[in-house]
């Protein structure tokens, strides 16, 4: 049991440590391998080949984990993430290879985004299953708060690598270290789940065997699913109005210089990561169904208001603290996600809903380039991305009162609570 936890929180760690990679540490180097022309869509080119390849691994490798197994198909999706993530370290530059470079990096993100998508599928449900149900909370948060350690991680790194390389080093061969890293860190993960971690007795005797993608898609629990993907939907609406977007607002409408930024994210996004392993926690006794609607309602009310507040602060340190607020009031709430997932699907089709729930909801969300500044000639700057807040929390507490309590759900079985038992 503990192997197994411990893997499913350290293969986040290595997953989310992927996945943010091209964003943070080649951008920097993005002229020197892509060429100067049309460098903004190129990169973004790269982001649109991971966010796709992500849910088409989680269809491919969930109904493959529920039929084969976990610990088998998160080793399968390491070994690829391992390999894309090696050979992108070894793509020659724009002067060497030409247009090939950007092709064979979109191919190899593409091809990444599958294996990144299957693994935490796999992992995280496995994770669940062997978890014992009054720590499932808590274990549930403190694999998602990986996801901003390791963001924290490649930012820590790249601002090192700068801090000691000039910028003609890093575009031919520093930016190549956080790569070689992230597959070394696949790698290990693999030998650990080679040596250390096996299927859940959950899994060895499910009620039985079925179509995974056709039952979570139109089958018996497709009312499920995309009762999932709604709150989901939220939840990675959140993330995007209060991380990347809020980021790139501070730069150019607060005039911050990238250094204060820099501080009030990190400082942001540490208190988040403890916030949400301290949500998950929480979940176990508030109830999973009762925490997503507060934490809606928290969201909807409170993200607008702070986010607004953020541009009229009044000095660095107010505007520090309520950036740190509106981490809290929108990212905490990822905490008990593993576990409710996981407890939303049966044994038979737990993989799959996870991993399509889970993953198919970033797609519109992420896409808010495209639409976002058609809403700010509208509302504003500041008050679009106020509104996309309050509608991301309105889908969070949407999402919840659609679905039922889950807390006291058997992952041994496939029931789920009735009417009585959840209040719903």
Partial sequence: ????????????????????????????????????????????????????????????????SDRIGRTATTKVALTGVALTTLLIALVPSHAVFGGGSLLLILALRFLGGIF??????????????????????????????????????IAGLVFVLHGTLDAASYNVWGWRIPFLLGAMLAFGMLAYYRARVQDSPTWTHPPHRTNPLKEILIGEHRRALWQVFILMSGMWL????????????????????????SFAMMCGTAASAVTMAGCGHLSTFTGRRAFFIGFGLIAAVLGPVIFLAIFAAAGTTVLVLLVVALQIVTVSGYGPVGAYLAERFPTAVRS?????????????????????PALQNVLGDHGAVAALLALAGVLVLTGALAGPETVRVSLGSARLPTTDESGG
Avoid: C, K
Wanted: proline share 7%.
């Fill in 1 to 64: 049991m503990r192997r197994a936890i411990r893997g499913g929180i350290l293969g986040n760690y290595v997953d989310q440590f992927d996945i943010f990679l091209p964003v943070i540490a080649l951008t920097p180097a993005a002229a020197h391998l892509f060429g100067s022309e049309n460098l903004v869509s190129n990169a973004g080119l790269i982001f649109v080949a991971t966010l796709i390849g992500r849910p088409i691994g989680a269809a491919i490798f969930g109904p493959i």
């Fill in 116 to 153: 990144l998508g299957g693994e935490y599928t796999s992992a995280v449900p496995l994770a669940m299953e062997w978890s014992e149900p009054e720590r499932r909370g808590l274990v549930s948060g403190l694999i998602m708060w990986m996801s901003p350690w390791a963001n924290a991680t």
């Fill in 238 to 261: 959140l993330t995007s109005m209060a991380i990347p977007v809020l980021t790139g607002q501070l730069g150019v409408d607060a005039d911050l210089g990238a250094q204060t930024i």
């Fill in 352 to 372: 799959s809903g996870y991993g399509v729930g889970y993953s198919l909801s970033i797609v519109i969300p992420a896409l808010y380039p495209y639409y976002l």
